[in-house]
């Protein structure tokens, strides 16, 4: 089951991303962003796509590849690096920067939006969605295993230094940055509604990841997740996290 991109969609569409841009992407992983983006700048438009994980970035090249999407390229760089990945590149050569769930993973993300934006043009759109669990978890009948999942997930991206209120710290960032902040929306992840993963599929995803960071063994993790699916029922509204979206544009 792959998770629903369809916030994003509507974040980048209502942002004003749109057909003919050149568009900057950070921390693009498997690709499902870049895709997306792809798909809405079309043939006269171009992504350039940044991620610091080189199995990150084979993975969602040959993905694109695969798919017959050529206006996207792949580099493999760390966010964290004076921008000297974008060297070879013009100066205002951008429509916009954009991103999904990536902020978060950045110790001053102000900082490298701001090393960014000369490549950026005047009045240049800065986007982003971000997680966030700040309130988190919602719920009204209580779904104790539901909660240790959540718990056990924030602990991991804690000892990952993950900001996990980066939804809120948005506006701060941009405007950190030199940007001029415009917007701000969020949505409720619900669990397992739709077309996104439950929080027991995600818990299943993210196993190894929870093990290297000693939150979790194995078999815990196991046993949680099946009284995950024991506490579920299609009537239940659990809200695991939220997804902040919002925009920038560069004075
Ligand atoms: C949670 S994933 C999100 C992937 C993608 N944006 C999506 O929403 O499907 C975060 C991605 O950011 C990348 N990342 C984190 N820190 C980074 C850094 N300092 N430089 C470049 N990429 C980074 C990770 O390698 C990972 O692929």
């Known amino acids: 089951m792959k998770r629903s991109n369809s916030t994003t969609e509507r974040l980048f569409r209502s942002a004003g991303i749109s057909e003919g841009m050149k568009v900057l992407e950070l921390g693009s992983g498997p690709g499902e962003i870049s895709e997306l983006l792809s798909d809405i700048v079309g043939p006269a438009g171009s992504v ?22 050529s206006n996207v390229r792949f580099l493999q760089a760390d966010l964290n690096d004076a921008p000297k990945y974008l ?7 951008f429509d916009a920067v954009v ?15 701001s090393s960014l934006l000369p490549w950026l043009r005047e009045g240049g759109l800065v986007v982003f969605e971000e997680h966030d669990s700040t309130i988190c978890p919602g719920f009204v009948t209580a779904m104790p295993a539901h909660e240790r999942g959540v ?28 940007l001029k902040f415009e917007a701000i929306w969020a949505e409720a992840v619900i669990d397992g509604q739709g077309d996104q993963y439950s929080l027991g599929e995600l818990l ?43 925009k920038a544009i560069k004075r």
Request: hydrophobic content about 40%.
């Open 151 to 178: 718990s056990l997930l924030e602990k991991m991206l804690a000892e990952e230094g993950v900001d996990t209120s980066m939804g809120f710290h948005l506006p701060a960032t941009f405007s950190k940055a030199g």
């Open 48 to 69: 350039l796509a940044i991620d610091r994980s080189e199995d990150m970035i084979s993975f969602a090249s040959k993905s694109l590849e695969k798919s017959g999407r």
């Open 204 to 246: 299943e995803l993210l196993k190894s990841r929870m093990e290297s960071s000693n939150v979790a063994v194995a078999s815990e993790i196991d046993e949680l997740i099946a009284q995950i699916e024991i506490e579920r029922e299609p009537t239940t509204v659990f809200v695991s996290g939220m997804r902040f979206c919002s």
């Open 87 to 93: 060297e070879s590149i013009d100066l205002l050569s």
């Open 99 to 113: 991103g999904r769930r990536v902020l978060m993973y950045l110790p001053r993300p102000d900082r490298v939006l």
